[in-house]
């Protein structure tokens, strides 16, 4: 692993000269490397860098770390027409946090050709120019890559996406039989509301196979009960969901639709982690209270989190506090 972090010395030269040096391991596995805050580097450092990884025919896992600094949609569309020479890769994570010359165009045919792909991490945090287009043209890449069995994407305050941009999401998700781990973020997007959830959640409820799911809506203001609720009918067509991880602080969630979700949770036997933050919600303490005892029914559960202590908030109902049993 190689980081360097925040320097203005750093040009294309640096990612330029790694490159070179790569041709000469023909058996390499694994790279990972951080260029993130180096201002300096641009598409060209890119380009070079995966003109020679495409070499490396042995190459199973590439960890790369862009953020903050001059790629552009070119760049990204050049380096990933390098990445279809690998044809081993299992394993990609892409960083791009910050990086506000990415656009919808960036986001069209990523990961095209890597039939042998089984995990794809993409961040992109604060890109604030990647709007549902962005999205469609993600799903359409997604829908391709049916040997994927986990995805990690990262839309955090990218606040011109909405609702529409889910649905497009949601319709290449579906195609992804073989996925076992989703965890999506859209974390402080206030555009996004409980029809884009929904849509959302048609596509997810079409991936048979998952087994974790890990959704962030934190300040997503207009998700309510409604959003919920297509969430609670989503998760009981999955019949091998182990784990759920969600975090819908500060949505419009009240009583009926925490109460519902509970319901649901019931219904899923092969249940085995729990990790919730609804803090803000309109949740009453008999609510939660309610909710933990139904839990009790569930004899597969080993991990229960709900309402961690660091996010604990007063909402209209009471207090959300951390409950075990």
């Not at 860098?49 to 600094?69: E, P």
Request: glycine share 8%.
């Amino acid at each position: 692993m190689l980081t360097s972090k925040t320097s203005e010395k750093i040009t294309d030269i640096a990612p330029t000269n790694l490159g070179k040096c790569f041709r000469r391991l023909n058996s390499l596995q694994s790279i990972k490397l951080s260029f993130s805050g180096c201002k300096k580097i641009t598409d060209q450092g890119l380009n070079n860098l995966g003109a020679d990884l495409k070499r490396l025919s042995c190459l199973q896992s590439l960890d790369l770390g862009f953020a903050v600094f001059n790629i552009t949609d070119k760049g990204l569309h050049n380096f990933g027409e390098s990445l279809k020479r690998l044809t081993c890769i299992r394993s990609i994570n892409l960083s791009l946090a910050g990086c506000q010359n990415i656009t919808c165009q960036g986001l069209k045919n990523i990961g095209e050709g890597l039939e042998t792909l089984q995990s794809m991490a993409l961040n992109f945090t604060s890109c604030k120019n990647i709007l549902d287009e962005g999205l469609k043209n993600l799903g359409e890449s997604l829908s391709k890559l049916i040997s994927l069995k986990s995805v990690d994407l990262s839309f955090y305050d990218c606040d011109s996406i909405m609702d529409e941009g889910l649905k497009n999401l949601g319709e290449g998700l579906k195609f992804l039989t073989s996925l076992q781990s989703i965890k999506l973020d859209f974390t402080d997007n206030q555009n996004i509301t409980s029809k884009g959830l929904k849509y959302l959640n048609n596509g997810l409820q079409e991936c048979s196979s998952l087994r974790s799911i890990d959704l962030g809506f934190d300040e997503c203001y207009d998700i309510s009960d409604e959003g919920l609720d297509s969430f609670s009918e989503a998760i009981q067509k999955l019949g091998s969901l182990e784990s759920i991880t969600l975090d819908f602080r500060s949505c419009w969630i009240k009583d009926k639709g925490f109460s519902n979700f509970g319901e649901a949770l019931q219904k899923i036997g092969s249940l085995q982690s729990i990790s919730l933050n609804f803090g803000g919600c309109e949740i009453t303490d008999e609510c939660i209270e309610n909710f933990m005892g139904s839990l009790e029914k569930l004899d597969s559960l080993k991990i229960i989190d709900v309402f961690p202590e660091s996010s604990r908030k007063n909402s209209k109902g009471g207090q959300c506090r951390r409950l075990a049993i």
